[in-house]
């Protein structure tokens, strides 16, 4: 039961204990739920309605994100009232957590509605005086659409619109489709919408120039739209409620007989939001053939820029999801084999509408197989395709001439494929605008060739001929010799290839006066002034930090490029004193786009230990340290054997502002360090891995402790660790951590401490008590531990032992009470149970019972809070124990120490847990002793005064003493 102290005031760490090993508050996502709420219909539902008003909102203005404090954001102040973008809205503010509003907007008790959330709460003047609310949980007795009103408000144009009395209309949307909106609003004035289209107008232009899905963007892999909000402010209301949706899909569909979902109400999803719920289900892998039915429904769900990057979707599920869709763009990059080129095109095919109209296509990494007649299997009949790419994939020198047949395409990605042979670009040589020729590993022609090939494409803006595999040719040299040459080029790549020097990169530049970048990473150039990268002419390179950090956001899919950015970044970030959490995003761009190479996994975990260690960490965003965190732990579950990767991780996982403050898998965590702590045997890891441990044990559910703590070879190899130190007579941090590791493990644990029982654990404490008896912080952590084995009742046997009881009995009278107060605990444990359960002297525990009674007497206060609890559950049964009052006041006085420490914790944790009738029982029972009572009356006046301040409710009422 007893854990680290935390602060006083509020529940989190004022500082470190002497080991470090702090407490600290885990904050839970604002969109987790209790089972009740997953399971009811209106919750999902408001999720799904509140995404169609915040698509034009948020987008609007981004800084909407639920606050982590009660009141209003200064950004919705400003939107609101006379002054605001909103002034015809009545009120604009955010609903707290936990509180719930009737159908006029008071508040009420979240008792009285099915679910309590937060979101924002918009009012519109309703028809009979009262306003409408807007939130992100429901109502008590009101179904609003208000969301979508105003969304069609937003969405709305001049024409059309009175200055009173708007009402219900339809507005004509998007290439045709009909979208009906209910428009509920009265008495806007000109001004105010005015104002309403200014917002629009934003929207708008907004739109045009994010570049649409983030899936597409030029840098690839995971730049996804929401992803490149700034970590340092809460998350967008729009990205939480997709994640929700997209990670609890099961509350709003229902399975058809084919095993898909379909969403069990017909909910109308802006098309924009359609995309970026494909898209958010594709990147955290939750896209597979079930869970992409629920787009087979096209009238609802519309799709213009389709990502299932990385699915694991079946050909059948993808042409029955996806290709009735007018698709305009498709990235379908490395998605699961099962899935080839053929099928993709063969669906693609199907869709008449999708012959013309899709314009972008991605299929990187995917399996080519054979394509052969008929023509719906091969790209010409994909007549629309502006941009192709085919990076990664075995595609020939047939496939190219098929694909040069295409009238309209402009981008074409052939990296590492096999092609031999590159005239039929010829035929494309008036339009082809962007041509990408990394790693041309079977290329069989000439520099001449190539170059006569290459030299004909006149209206090329974008070439890319970098290669990371160095090879010895001189295409790239020749290429910057020749004068006249690509005069349209704004864009060069020559990363990887020798023979490349300044002088002739800077006269290839300053004869294209246009040009904007040149890559040369892995090249002998890039090293002079006019190369550096800091002006307008942005350069990958090696030469400084600038170049460096545009190689890591251009080359974030290229293993061999980020490796050798990641290398030379790293002597970078050893010397940085500021937090650099832009350097940070890239890295971590890299490690989710290579989790399996590990050469990129191994000089990344160096990098994010530079960039996060000591005070560095402190300025980084939660958000982002909670990426990296996880993908550090990922990194240690690929590479479970190699040893220097594990320590880099450990490094960095072993950091305060990580481990109290970054929510994260400590679960997970905790399982990989300790099958690390058990592999190892350096003393240096070894130290770090259980302050890991320590810390992460105290952080963990009742539930997961269990899980962790029943794994046998956990407590064995930390036993292990005690011994060595007793048998070596050595206090260090080490011991510390590894005993804060088994206190925080045995905790409400019955299983743990069994296995601390069975492997001796009992023996070795009693010796380490015996060799250090002047440590009052290891006495402190062994008598913790022990309070959590006297817990268990069913280990008393184990615990009656007339020299362990001596030893307990001579530190309950330590002149250090935190030493005193655990001592105080055992007996009080194992005398609560009756004489009859007494296996020793009936005087001994008649002494032991005296004893205990003046010794809390005399128990001065602490001075700050100096133990943690999960829970008051262990105390009420010995609140019963009314012939024994020692025992009594042990409890009283645990509950009263820690509730006048920190009220707002333990006074509600006692509420919630019943303690309030408990604590009345005693108070006014007959038989308690007084000094108890005393205890009693003053717990019950913090509690009191604790439900003055907060409200929180209770069953009953404090009573007054019993004269």
């Not at 520099?447 to 160095?470: F, M, P, W």
């Not at 939660?622 to 965190?629: A, N, P, Q």
Request: net charge negative; proline share 4%; charged share 20%.
């Amino acid at each position: 039961m007893p854990r680290f102290p935390l602060s006083p005031s509020d529940g989190t760490p004022a500082g470190t204990s002497e080991d470090g090993a702090s407490q600290f508050a885990i904050n839970h996502n604002a969109l987790q739920h209790n089972s009740a709420s997953r399971n009811s219909c209106v919750l999902p539902r408001a999720v799904l309605q509140i995404l169609c008003f915040l698509l034009v909102l948020l987008r609007a203005v981004p800084e909407f994100a639920h606050p982590t404090g009660v009141g209003t954001p200064p950004h919705v102040s400003e939107l609101a009232g006379p002054a605001g973008v909103l002034e015809g809205l009545t009120h604009v503010r955010w609903q707290p957590f936990g509180v719930a509003l009737d159908e006029h907007g008071a508040e009420v008790e979240a008792g009285r509605c099915e679910a309590a959330g937060a979101g924002l709460l918009v009012v519109l003047p309703g028809q009979r005086g009262v306003g409408a609310a807007v939130q992100s949980s429901p109502v008590v007795g009101q179904q609003t659409d208000v969301m979508a009103g105003v969304y069609g408000l937003l969405s709305s144009s001049v024409a059309g619109t009175h200055e009173a009395g708007v009402g219900a209309r339809e507005r004509e949307r998007e290439e045709g489709n009909q979208t009906s909106l209910a428009v509920k609003t009265s008495l806007l004035s000109r001004s105010s919408f005015r104002r309403f289209l200014s917002l629009r107008r934003l929207v708008d232009m907004n739109s045009a120039t994010s570049g649409g899905s983030g899936c597409f963007s030029s840098g690839g892999g995971f730049s996804a739209q929401w992803q490149q909000q700034d970590d340092a402010s809460p998350a967008a209301l729009t990205d939480l409620c997709l994640t929700y949706v997209s990670q609890n899909l099961e509350c709003f569909c229902v399975k058809l007989p084919d095993g898909s979902l379909c969403f069990r109400e017909a909910v109308l999803f802006p098309q924009e939001l359609a995309d970026q719920l494909l898209a958010k289900m594709a990147t955290e892998g939750l896209l597979n053939d079930s869970t992409v039915g629920v787009f087979r429904n096209c009238q609802y769900l519309r799709l213009r820029r389709a990502c299932v990057r990385t699915a694991r979707i079946s050909a059948e599920a993808f042409q029955k999801a996806l290709c009735p869709h007018r698709l305009l763009e498709l990235d379908a990059a490395r998605v699961n084999a099962d899935l080839t080129i053929p099928d993709i095109l063969q669906g693609l095919a199907t869709n008449k509408y999708c012959q013309e109209s899709l314009q972008r296509l991605i299929l990187t990494g995917l399996t080519m197989a054979s394509l052969e007649e008929p023509s719906w299997y091969r790209f010409s009949a994909l007549r629309g395709l502006r941009s192709l790419s085919l990076a990664n994939v075995e595609f020939y020198d047939s496939g190219l001439v098929d694909v040069c047949s295409l009238p309209r395409l402009e981008s074409l990605d052939l990296s590492n494929t096999s092609v031999t042979n590159l005239s039929p670009l010829l035929g494309v040589k008036e339009r082809l605008r962007s041509l990408t020729l990394h790693q041309l590993k079977r290329l069989e022609m000439s520099t001449a060739q190539l170059l006569g090939v290459i030299g004909q494409l006149s209206v090329l803006q974008h070439l890319d001929i970098s290669d990371d595999k160095q090879f010895t040719s001189d295409v790239a040299c020749q290429l910057l010799a020749q004068r006249g040459i690509l005069p349209a080029l704004v864009s060069l790549d020559v990363s990887g290839r020798k023979q490349v020097s300044d002088k002739a990169v800077r006269a290839f530049v300053e004869e294209r006066p246009g040009m904007t970048f040149v890559g040369l990473l892995a090249t002998d150039a890039g090293f002079s002034d006019f190369l550096s990268g800091e002006g307008t002419l942005k350069v990958t390179g090696e030469a400084n930090e600038t170049q460096i950090c545009e190689a890591l956001r251009r080359y974030s899919e290229r293993e061999g490029f980020v490796r050798e950015a990641l290398f030379h970044l790293f002597s970078l970030t050893h010397v940085m004193e500021k937090p650099r959490p832009d350097i940070l995003k890239l890295v971590v761009l890299g490690m989710k786009n290579h989790p399996a190479t590990l050469n990129v996994q191994l000089a990344a975990s160096a990098c994010v230990f530079n960039l996060t260690k000591q005070d560095l960490a402190a300025g980084m965003p939660v958000r982002l340290l909670s990426t990296v965190t996880q993908l550090l732990l990922e990194a240690m579950r690929t590479f479970p054997n190699h040893q220097q990767l594990q320590k880099n991780c450990l490094l960095s996982l072993c950091s305060d502002r990580i481990l109290q403050e970054v929510p994260f898998n400590r679960f997970e965590a905790a399982k990989l360090v300790m099958q690390w702590l058990c592999n190892h045997e350096d003393q240096n890891m070894q130290r770090m891995a259980v302050a890991i441990i320590s810390i992460l044990a105290a952080k963990l559910s009742t539930e997961q402790t269990a899980q962790l703590g029943a794994e046998l070879f956990i407590v064995k190899q930390l036993l292990h660790i005690v011994r060595q130190k007793a048998n070596q007579n050595v206090v260090d941090a080490t011991l510390k951590f590894t005993l804060s590791a088994l206190w925080n493990l045995t905790d409400e644990s019955p299983t743990t401490c069994r296995h601390f029982i069975e492997n001796q654990g009992l023996d070795l404490f009693i010796k380490v008590l015996e060799s250090f008896p002047n440590e009052s912080s290891i006495q402190q952590k062994v008598l913790g531990l022990l309070n959590n084995i006297a817990e268990v009742r069913e280990l008393h046997g184990e615990l009656m032992v007339q020299s362990f009881l001596d030893h307990i009995s001579s530190l309950l009278h330590s002149p250090e009470v935190e030493v005193s107060y655990f001592a105080a605990g055992i007996l009080a444990h194992l005398t609560s149970r009756g004489e009859e359960a007494w296996s020793l002297s009936p005087a001994l525990r008649g002494s032991l019972l005296e004893q205990l009674h003046a010794v809390i007497m005399k128990w001065p206060p602490p001075e700050c809070e100096m133990v943690a609890y999960r829970s008051f559950n262990p105390f009420f049964p010995l609140l019963e124990c009314f012939h024994t009052p020692g025992v009594q006041l042990w409890a009283a006085w645990a509950m009263q120490h820690v509730c006048s420490k920190n009220a707002s914790r333990y006074c509600s944790m006692l509420l919630e847990e019943g303690g309030l009738d408990q604590l009345e029982h005693v108070h006014t029972h007959p038989q308690t002793h007084k000094d108890v009572k005393l205890l009693a009356e003053s717990i019950l006046e913090s509690l009191q005064r604790h439900r003055a301040r907060t409200g929180q409710p209770a069953h009953t009422c404090r009573r007054p003493p019993a004269q």
